[in-house]
């Protein structure tokens, strides 16, 4: 069947269906829009700046591919394990107020850009015949911006002295 269903509060998708959330429109502060994430195929969601679905607004839309690639509109690129074996934490920070977005998987930084409109929800849609992916845990809550850290050697004098790290290892 052609359609989303839920059984025991997981969500899973396949082609035909589209599931937006039924948010209000935020049009400042930070926001942490999370989820468990399996892909069994491939699978795809955005988010939107209007909240209305006849005119969505797309801020930006992400792709995990059926070979364990992933990519989204300002071409970020990230790898996952595809076929249903493991779920992935994905969350997505979005700071309104300075125009920032980060999405982390699994505590990876795979990608950043700069957020262009308000708030207006996340749709999850099967982009292709192929796409089955199930959700699980959505929430969205009030949040702050991730520090990413760069671990490496921050001792000068050491042989392995790494200038970029600010996290020493």
């Known amino acids: 069947a052609d359609a989303a269903s839920v059984a025991d509060g997981v969500m899973t998708i396949v082609s035909g269906a589209d599931v937006v959330t039924t948010l209000p429109v935020f049009d400042s502060g930070v926001f942490e829009v999370s989820f468990d994430m399996n892909v069994a195929t491939s699978a795809y969601f955005n988010f939107g700046n209007s909240g209305n679905t006849a005119d969505w607004q797309w801020e930006n839309q992400f792709y995990f591919n059926a070979d364990g ?29 300075n125009g920032a977005a980060v999405l982390v998987i699994d505590g990876e ?8 409109g308000a ?3 996340t749709n999850f849609f099967p982009a292709t015949m192929d796409d089955a992916f199930t959700i ?34």
């Open 119 to 121: 708030l207006g929800g």
């Open 136 to 169: 699980d845990n959505f929430s969205m809550c009030e949040s702050e911006m991730p520090v990413q850290t760069i671990s490496g050697c921050t001792d000068a004098a050491a042989c392995n002295y790494d200038a970029s790290a600010d996290e020493d290892d």
């Open 69 to 97: 690639t992933g990519s989204d509109d300002f071409g970020n690129t990230w790898t996952f394990v595809p076929g249903g074996f493991a779920d992935m934490s994905v969350s997505t920070f979005i700071d309104l107020d």
């Open 109 to 116: 930084w795979v990608a950043e850009w700069a957020w262009t």
